[in-house]
C-alpha cells in the first residue's frame, strides 16, 4: 500500500507540474508553445509556394478598397483589415460582420494553397466596430485599477466577441507610455509607467490569446506601435494635409531620446507581451531621432527580432510605409529589407505587390527575407489553427449567444467600478444615499453614450449621442440604482437643481482619436464649467464626474463641488459608475498619470526633479 501510495503522489506532483507547465491550470502559465515550433510546417508549405504566393502573404488591404472580391485569390492576399470607418457595405451588425468575413475567408480558401487570411480589426476596448458589442473602459481606466486579472478577463471577453464575428485578428493592446497629455492617443495607453504597461500589456495578450491560440475562441493580439509613439516631442507632430506647413502638435511625431532611454520608457511593454507569447507586432508611424520606425533596422530585426527573441510577425501600421522618405518603391525596399513581414498597403495593394515583386527580381530585396516574413505568417497561422483542414476558417455561429450578454457586460461593469478615481470628498458627498427625496443631475454626457465610450467606438473618431445600444449612461444608471421613492430631474446645463438633496455634474471631452485629438489646451470647455456653476448656484452639495482620455486642468470646478471623480471613459456599463456614486463599491482606482495644476506643468511626470503635481501619480481616495 506505501508503495501504491507514492506513485500516486509522484502521478499526481506530475500531472500538476504538466498543468503548470502547459497553462492548463488557473492562472498565468509559465511555458507556452513557442511559434518557431511550428516551423516544420510552415518550411514545408514555404516550399511549395510560388513567389506571388509569397508576396500575396505579405500583403493586407483594407476590405472597403478592393476593387473587386477575387482579387483576393489573384493576388494570393494574406490579411484583410477594416479601418477605423470600414464597416461592411450591409450595415455595422453582427450578422453583417460575419457575412462579410465569411465571405472574404470563402475567396481565400479557394486559392491554389488554400491558406486561409488573417482578418484585423482595432477592438482597442471591446469589439467596437460592431454596433450592440460590449464596450470596455479605455486603458487609461483600465490603468487606474492595477488589476491585471481584471485587465485579462477583459480582454478574454473582446476576443469571445471578436470571435463570433468570425475575425481572428485584434490590432491590440496598446502598450504606449503617453509622456504628454496633449497627445490625442493619451487614453490608450495604460498610464504614465513603463510598469504599467508591461504588467497590463501582459495580461491583455494572455487574455485575447489565451494558453493556446488554437483555442477556437483565442484571437491573435497585435503589440502596439513599437516604439516610441507616446514619448514624440511638441511640435514635429505630422503636416495635417498634403502640402501644409501647419503640424499636429504630437500625434506620429518624432521621439527624441537616447537609445536607452528609449528602451527605459518605452520598449518594457513589448518585453512584457512577447513573455506572454504576443504573435505580431505593429511598428509606430512616429520616429526615433528622425529615421521612421518603420524602416529601421536597428528597431525592428537586432533588438526586436534578435535581441527580445520576437517570434511572430511585423504588421505595418495603416499606409505607414508612404511615411518613409522616397518613392514608393524605395519605401518597400527600406521596410522590408528593415525587417517588416507585412504590410498595411489600405488602397495600395495593387502597387506594393508588384514593387515588391520587382524588388526581389532586382535583387534589391533577398529571398531569405521574403522567406523569413512569410515563414514567420505561416507558423502563426498553424499556431491559429487557421491551417487545420479538420476545422474550418468560417465563423462559428455557436459563438455568438455570448456577444453583447449580460455576463459579458458584468464584466465591463466591474471594469468601470474599479477604474473610477475618487479626487475630492468633502463634507462626505459620497457616497450618496438612495433614500433621499431628489436628485438632479446635469452635464452634457449625463446622458450620452458616445461620450462615455470617446474614440474608436462604432467609427475611427467616435461620436456623441447614441453611438450604440446596450449598456447603459450614467443618467440611466442613476434612475437605475435610487429607491422607488426618489426622484431623479435631468437638465443638460445644470440649472433647476433648486431643491434637489444633491446634484451630480457630468462633464467632459467629446470623442476623438488619433491626430484629431492632440490639444494644446486642457482646460475644460466653457459649457462643462456654467453646468457645474448653475448646479452649485442652487445651494446644495455638488458631485463632479469628469469623462476624459487624460487629466484636464480642472481648477476652475474642483473648489466649486463636494466631490470630484475621474471616470476617464468607461464605455457602454455606465452602471459602474452609479456602484461607486452609490457606495455599492468603494472606490480602489488609482491615478496612472499624474495631474497636472494647470497647463504650464504639462507635461509632468513623477520622476519630474521639482514633482508638485495636483493629485500625483498613484493618488486614489476611498469612503
Same mark, same amino acid.
Given at each position: 500500500?506505501?508503495?501504491?501510495?507514492? *506513485?500516486?503522489?509522484?502521478?499526481?506532483?506530475?500531472?500538476?507540474?504538466?498543468?503548470i507547465q502547459s497553462g492548463s491550470a488557473s492562472g498565468p502559465s509559465t511555458r507556452r508553445i513557442a511559434l518557431s515550433s511550428f516551423d516544420p510546417q510552415a518550411n514545408a508549405l514555404l516550399e511549395k509556394m510560388t513567389l506571388e504566393e509569397k508576396v500575396g502573404q505579405m500583403t493586407q488591404a483594407d476590405?472597403?478598397? *478592393?476593387?473587386?472580391?477575387?482579387?483576393?485569390?489573384?493576388?494570393? =492576399?494574406?490579411?484583410?483589415?477594416?479601418?477605423?470607418?470600414?464597416?461592411?457595405?450591409?450595415?455595422?451588425?453582427?450578422?453583417?460582420?460575419?457575412?462579410?468575413?465569411?465571405? %472574404?475567408?470563402?475567396?481565400?480558401?479557394?486559392?491554389?494553397?488554400?491558406?486561409?487570411? *488573417?482578418?484585423?480589426?482595432?477592438?482597442?476596448?471591446?469589439?467596437?466596430? #460592431?454596433?450592440?458589442?460590449? /464596450?470596455?473602459?479605455?486603458?487609461?481606466?483600465?490603468?487606474?485599477?492595477?488589476?491585471?486579472?481584471? &485587465?485579462?478577463?477583459?480582454?478574454? #471577453?473582446?476576443?469571445?466577441?471578436?470571435?463570433?464575428?468570425?475575425?481572428?485578428?485584434?490590432?491590440?493592446?496598446?502598450?504606449?507610455? !503617453?509622456?504628454?497629455?496633449?497627445?490625442?492617443? +493619451?487614453?490608450?495607453?495604460?498610464?504614465?509607467? !513603463?510598469?504599467?504597461?508591461?504588467?497590463?500589456?501582459?495580461?491583455?495578450?494572455?487574455?485575447?490569446?489565451?494558453?493556446?491560440?488554437?483555442? !477556437? =475562441?483565442?484571437?491573435?493580439?497585435?503589440?502596439?506601435?513599437?516604439?516610441?509613439?507616446?514619448? +514624440?516631442?511638441?511640435? +514635429?507632430?505630422?503636416?495635417?494635409?498634403?502640402?501644409?506647413?501647419?503640424?499636429?502638435?504630437?500625434?506620429?511625431?518624432?521621439?527624441?531620446?537616447?537609445?536607452?532611454?528609449?528602451?527605459?520608457?518605452?520598449?518594457?511593454?513589448?518585453?512584457?507581451?512577447?513573455?506572454?507569447?504576443?504573435?505580431? /507586432?505593429?511598428p509606430s508611424y512616429n520616429s526615433w531621432n528622425g529615421v521612421k520606425c518603420s524602416g529601421s533596422k536597428r528597431l525592428l530585426t537586432d533588438i526586436l527580432k534578435g535581441e527580445l527573441g520576437f517570434e511572430g510577425f511585423l504588421i505595418s501600421d495603416y499606409a505607414a510605409i508612404d511615411q518613409i522618405s522616397?518613392? %514608393?518603391?524605395?519605401? &518597400?525596399?527600406?521596410?522590408?529589407?528593415?525587417?517588416?513581414?507585412?504590410?498595411?498597403?489600405?488602397?495600395?495593394?495593387?502597387?506594393?505587390?508588384?514593387?515588391?515583386?520587382?524588388?526581389?527580381?532586382?535583387?534589391?530585396?533577398?529571398?531569405?527575407?521574403?522567406?523569413?516574413?512569410?515563414?514567420?505568417?505561416?507558423?502563426?497561422?498553424?499556431?491559429?489553427?487557421?491551417?487545420?483542414?479538420?476545422?474550418?476558417?468560417?465563423?462559428?455561429?455557436?459563438?455568438?449567444?455570448?456577444?453583447?450578454?449580460?455576463?459579458?457586460?458584468? &464584466?465591463?461593469?466591474?471594469? #468601470?467600478?474599479?477604474?473610477?478615481?475618487?479626487?475630492?470628498?468633502?463634507?462626505?458627498?459620497?457616497? &450618496?444615499?438612495?433614500?433621499?427625496?431628489?436628485?438632479?443631475?446635469?452635464?452634457?454626457?449625463?446622458?450620452?453614450?458616445?461620450?462615455?465610450?470617446?474614440?474608436?467606438?462604432?467609427?475611427?473618431?467616435?461620436?456623441?449621442?447614441?453611438? +450604440?445600444?446596450?449598456?447603459?449612461?450614467?443618467?440611466?444608471?442613476?434612475?437605475?440604482?435610487?429607491?422607488?421613492?426618489?426622484?431623479?430631474?435631468?437638465?443638460?446645463?445644470?440649472?433647476?437643481?433648486?431643491?434637489?438633496?444633491?446634484?451630480?455634474?457630468?462633464?467632459?471631452?467629446?470623442? %476623438?482619436?488619433?491626430?484629431?485629438?492632440?490639444?494644446?489646451?486642457?482646460?475644460?470647455?466653457?459649457?462643462?464649467?456654467?453646468?457645474?456653476?448653475?448646479?452649485?448656484?442652487?445651494?446644495?452639495?455638488?458631485?463632479?464626474?469628469?469623462?476624459?482620455?487624460?487629466?484636464?486642468?480642472?481648477?476652475?470646478?474642483?473648489?466649486?463641488?463636494?466631490a470630484f471623480v475621474a471616470a476617464w471613459l468607461p464605455g457602454t456599463e455606465g452602471q459602474g459608475v452609479a456602484d461607486v456614486l452609490f457606495g455599492d463599491y468603494k472606490p480602489t482606482g488609482r491615478l496612472s498619470f499624474s495631474w497636472p495644476r494647470s497647463m504650464a506643468q504639462v507635461p509632468i511626470h513623477?520622476?519630474?526633479?521639482?514633482?508638485? !503635481?495636483?493629485?500625483? %501619480?498613484?493618488?486614489? *481616495?476611498?469612503?
Open positions: 500500500m506505501k508503495i501504491l501510495s507514492y *506513485l500516486l503522489l509522484c502521478a499526481l506532483a506530475c500531472a500538476a507540474l504538466y498543468r476590405q472597403e478598397a *478592393l476593387k473587386d472580391v477575387n482579387d483576393i485569390q489573384k493576388y494570393f =492576399l494574406g490579411s484583410l483589415l477594416s479601418g477605423g470607418n470600414s464597416d461592411p457595405k450591409a450595415g455595422n451588425r453582427l450578422q453583417d460582420w460575419t457575412d462579410m468575413y465569411d465571405e %472574404y475567408q470563402s475567396h481565400a480558401i479557394k486559392t491554389r494553397l488554400g491558406i486561409p487570411i *488573417l482578418y484585423g480589426v482595432d477592438a482597442v476596448h471591446g469589439h467596437n466596430n #460592431v454596433l450592440g458589442a460590449v /464596450i470596455f473602459p479605455q486603458n487609461i481606466g483600465l490603468g487606474c485599477t492595477r488589476d491585471a486579472k481584471l &485587465v485579462e478577463k477583459a480582454a478574454r #471577453v473582446t476576443a469571445e466577441e471578436v470571435r463570433a464575428t468570425g475575425i481572428n485578428w485584434a490590432f491590440a493592446p496598446c502598450v504606449t507610455v !503617453p509622456q504628454d497629455e496633449r497627445w490625442g492617443r +493619451t487614453y490608450e495607453g495604460f498610464g504614465e509607467s !513603463p510598469d504599467l504597461a508591461k504588467t497590463l500589456g501582459e495580461a491583455a495578450v494572455r487574455g485575447f490569446q489565451g494558453d493556446d491560440l488554437s483555442n !477556437p =475562441l483565442s484571437v491573435l493580439a497585435c503589440a502596439k506601435h513599437f516604439v516610441g509613439d507616446g514619448g +514624440t516631442s511638441f511640435g +514635429t507632430g505630422m503636416p495635417k494635409g498634403n502640402g501644409s506647413k501647419e503640424r499636429f502638435p504630437l500625434d506620429q511625431g518624432d521621439t527624441r531620446l537616447s537609445e536607452q532611454e528609449l528602451r527605459d520608457i518605452h520598449m518594457q511593454g513589448y518585453v512584457g507581451a512577447i513573455k506572454a507569447g504576443v504573435g505580431s /507586432i505593429m522616397g518613392n %514608393y518603391k524605395n519605401d &518597400v525596399e527600406q521596410s522590408i529589407n528593415a525587417g517588416m513581414d507585412m504590410v498595411m498597403v489600405p488602397r495600395k495593394y495593387e502597387e506594393f505587390f508588384s514593387s515588391l515583386l520587382g524588388l526581389v527580381k532586382e535583387g534589391k530585396v533577398p529571398m531569405a527575407r521574403i522567406d523569413d516574413a512569410v515563414r514567420r505568417i505561416l507558423r502563426v497561422k498553424f499556431a491559429l489553427g487557421l491551417m487545420d483542414k479538420r476545422r474550418s476558417p468560417l465563423t462559428d455561429k455557436k459563438v455568438q449567444a455570448s456577444f453583447g450578454s449580460a455576463e459579458h457586460r458584468q &464584466v465591463a461593469r466591474q471594469c #468601470v467600478r474599479e477604474s473610477l478615481v475618487l479626487l475630492k470628498n468633502e463634507n462626505r458627498a459620497l457616497p &450618496v444615499s438612495k433614500s433621499v427625496a431628489r436628485i438632479h443631475v446635469g452635464g452634457k454626457s449625463a446622458d450620452d453614450i458616445g461620450n462615455q465610450c470617446g474614440g474608436w467606438t462604432i467609427s475611427w473618431q467616435g461620436q456623441s449621442g447614441d453611438a +450604440t445600444p446596450g449598456g447603459a449612461t450614467v443618467l440611466k444608471a442613476i434612475q437605475n440604482t435610487v429607491g422607488k421613492t426618489t426622484k431623479v430631474t435631468f437638465s443638460k446645463d445644470g440649472s433647476g437643481a433648486a431643491g434637489a438633496d444633491v446634484g451630480i455634474v457630468v462633464v467632459g471631452e467629446t470623442p %476623438y482619436a488619433e491626430m484629431m485629438g492632440d490639444r494644446q489646451d486642457l482646460t475644460l470647455s466653457k459649457e462643462d464649467v456654467a453646468a457645474i456653476e448653475n448646479m452649485k448656484s442652487a445651494g446644495i452639495p455638488v458631485v463632479v464626474v469628469l469623462l476624459s482620455g487624460r487629466p484636464m486642468i480642472i481648477d476652475q470646478a474642483l473648489g466649486k463641488c463636494d513623477a520622476r519630474d526633479a521639482n514633482y508638485d !503635481p495636483l493629485f500625483k %501619480y498613484g493618488f486614489g *481616495l476611498t469612503y
